[in-house]
T-cell receptor, first 115, second 114 residues
């Protein structure tokens, strides 16, 4: 089974802090994604990556950056956390290049609270 | 651009009753469609997917969905629900133009009542 692991289930950070959310997948997937989930809005794509050191902006990239130095690891960085970034963050991976129609596999989520 | 509509934000239903969760999408090309379930404080788990072929797709936990191209719909059904089906359900779409990304609907919260 594919396993996508997010480093923290719950985080509480202060406004202005730099925050790192880590995600690791163990199935050699090429694609990795970061979403945020808010009530009534579903999942919104922040960033995705289709290869090591490659990244593309999603629908809501402002205030975030990402890093993918190794194929299995995709990090989301909040440069200066703000209260409006309080949310559930979900990491996902999928098979990748040339394989349309493959599903995404999700981690357990990180519930981030910024105070 | 793609979009996914889930018309019902909340669906309450009694145990052992049938349920249908509605999903409509907009896309002008061939699509791949997915239903995911999210239990409280968990990530999303795939219920079923439509890639091609038969329009009736069977998934896990007794769920099934029917792809209707003319109505651009992919409604999820279960003939008899259990308390354990209480969760949030998300419809998602990807297509050959959108590459390998997914667009998710806003979700439907299914509450199964005893």
């Amino acid at each position: 089974d594919v396993k996508v692991t997010q480093s923290s289930r719950y985080l509480v950070k202060r406004t202005g802090e730099k925050v790192f959310l880590e995600c690791v997948q163990d199935m050699d997937h090429e694609n990795m994604f970061w979403y945020r989930q808010d009530p009534g809005l579903g999942l919104r794509l922040i960033y995705f990556s289709y290869d090591v050191k490659m990244k593309e902006k999603g629908d809501i990239p402002e205030g975030y950056s990402v890093s993918r130095e190794k194929k299995e690891r995709f990090s989301l960085i909040l440069e200066s956390a703000s209260t409006n970034q309080t949310s559930m963050y979900l990491c996902a991976s999928s098979l990748g290049t040339g394989v349309l129609g493959t599903e995404a596999f999700f981690g357990q989520g990180t519930r981030l609270t910024v105070v | 651009a793609q979009s996914v509509t889930q018309l019902d934000s909340q669906v309450p239903v009694f145990e052992e009753a049938p349920v249908e969760l509605r999903c409509n999408y907009s896309s002008s090309v061939s699509v791949y469609l997915f239903w995911y379930v999210q239990y409280p404080n968990q990530g999303l788990q795939l219920l079923l997917k439509y890639l091609s072929g038969s329009t009736l797709v069977k998934g896990i936990n007794g769920f099934e969905a029917e792809f209707n191209k003319s109505q651009t719909s992919f409604h999820l059904r279960k003939p008899s629900v259990h308390i354990s089906d209480t969760a949030e359900y998300f419809c998602a779409v990807s297509d050959e133009n959108y590459g390998q990304n997914f667009v998710f609907g806003p979700g439907t919260r299914l509450s199964v009542l005893p």
